[in-house]
C-alpha cells in the first residue's frame, strides 16, 4: 500500500459508509490485507451517527479518511472519486469483502488488455439464509461466457445493459472514464451502480474476470438494503430503471445496433411494469404500458399481453 501521501497510486479504493460501524472493519481489513500494495484506500462517511470515526481511528496511518453530512452512497463514491489519486478508482461497500488476491487479479488481467476502460469480476452474493449464488449466475455472463476465464469485450454497451445486476464492488473502473462518463447520478436511489457503468460502457472496452474474488452479503441492518426495498415496492425499481434507460437515450456517441438493443430493453421493462400494474388490478395503465413498450419494439411479447389484458379473469403473464 502506498504510504506517502503525495505518491500517485496505480488504484484508489474507495468505500462509502454510513451507519455500518460493525461491518465496516472487515471491509477496510479486506482491503489492507491485499496481495497488489499499490493502492490508497478512501473511507467516505456519510454523515454517520453509530461510531464510525472512532472505528476507523486505528487505522488512520493506513486510510484517507472523508466526512460528509448524509448525502447518499451516489454522493459518497463521488467525493471519493474527487479525491482519489489513482489512475484506476476501486469500489467496495462497507460490508463487504475482497479476497486477499482482488486487485492482483484484477491489474494481472488489465495489463493483458490494453485499451480496457472498466473491469469487473465475479462475486459471491451470500444471502441471509446462508445460501449463496454468484452473480455472473444471476446475469446470466456465466452462461455466455461458459469454460472461459477471462472475456474481453469491445464494445459492451448493448451487454451491459442486456445482463444485469452488475456489482460495483468487483469493478475497476479508470478515473478519467469515470469523469467522462458523467459522475455516479445522486438523483438515481436505487441501480445508481448499473446506470454508471451502462454509461462507461459506452466509452471503451470492457473485461470480464471469471473468477469469485468478491463476497457481498446481504446483512440484517437497522437501515433497510436495497434489495429488500427493491423487492417491496418492484414498481418504484421498474420506474428508476425506466428513468436510467431514458438518460441513456441521451448518449450522442451511442450507434445504431446500441439504440436498438436499448429500445429492446426499455420495452421490456415497460411490459413488466404492465405485468405489475395488471396483477394490482390496474388494466388501463398495464394496457398502456403494453401499447408502449410495443411502439418501442414492435415484440410479438408486447402484442400479446396488450391483447390478453382486455381478457376478463387473465392471470398469466410472459
Request: aromatic share 10%; net charge positive.
Amino acid at each position: 500500500m502506498k504510504s506517502g501521501r503525495n505518491e500517485c497510486p496505480e488504484v484508489s479504493v474507495v468505500i462509502p459508509t454510513y451507519n455500518r460501524a460493525r461491518f465496516l472493519v472487515g471491509a477496510v481489513q479486506s482491503v489492507l490485507e491485499q496481495t497488489f500494495a499499490d493502492f490508497e484506500l478512501l473511507v467516505v462517511d456519510d454523515g454517520s451517527t453509530d461510531g464510525t470515526r472512532q472505528v476507523l481511528e486505528k487505522f488512520a496511518e493506513k486510510i484517507r479518511y472523508i466526512y460528509q453530512d448524509n448525502s447518499g452512497v451516489s454522493a459518497a463514491r463521488n467525493a471519493g472519486i474527487s479525491a482519489a489519486r489513482g489512475k484506476w478508482v476501486a469500489f467496495l461497500d462497507s460490508d463487504d469483502e475482497w479476497k486477499p488476491d482482488y486487485l492482483a487479479r484484477q491489474i494481472e488481467h488489465l495489463a493483458k488488455a490494453p485499451g480496457v476502460c472498466m473491469q469487473t469480476a465475479d462475486c459471491i452474493f451470500s444471502d441471509l439464509d446462508g445460501t449463496s449464488t454468484t452473480y455472473f449466475e444471476i446475469n446470466g455472463a456465466g452462461r455466455v461466457f461458459a469454460g472461459k476465464q477471462y472475456a474481453l469485450i469491445k464494445e459492451p454497451f448493448c451487454f451491459v445493459i442486456t445482463h444485469g445486476p452488475w456489482q460495483v464492488g468487483s469493478t475497476i473502473i479508470l478515473r478519467d472514464a469515470i469523469i467522462g462518463a458523467g459522475w455516479f447520478d445522486p438523483a438515481i436511489t436505487l441501480s445508481e451502480d448499473f446506470d454508471l457503468m451502462a454509461r462507461v460502457a459506452a466509452r471503451g472496452p470492457l473485461g470480464i474476470v471469471f473468477e469469485q474474488l468478491v463476497t457481498v452479503y446481504r446483512r440484517n441492518e437497522s437501515t433497510e438494503c436495497l434489495t429488500s426495498l427493491v423487492a417491496k415496492n418492484p414498481l418504484r425499481a421498474r420506474e428508476i430503471d425506466e428513468a436510467i434507460y431514458q438518460k441513456l437515450r441521451l448518449i450522442p456517441t451511442l450507434r445504431y445496433r446500441e439504440r436498438k438493443t436499448l429500445n429492446r430493453v426499455i420495452s421490456a421493462n415497460k411490459r413488466a411494469i404492465g405485468n405489475i400494474l395488471l396483477r394490482g388490478g390496474n388494466r388501463a395503465a398495464a394496457r398502456n404500458y403494453y401499447k408502449r413498450a410495443f411502439f418501442i419494439d414492435r415484440s410479438i411479447k408486447s402484442l400479446g399481453k396488450y391483447i390478453l389484458s382486455y381478457m376478463a379473469g387473465e392471470r398469466s403473464f410472459f
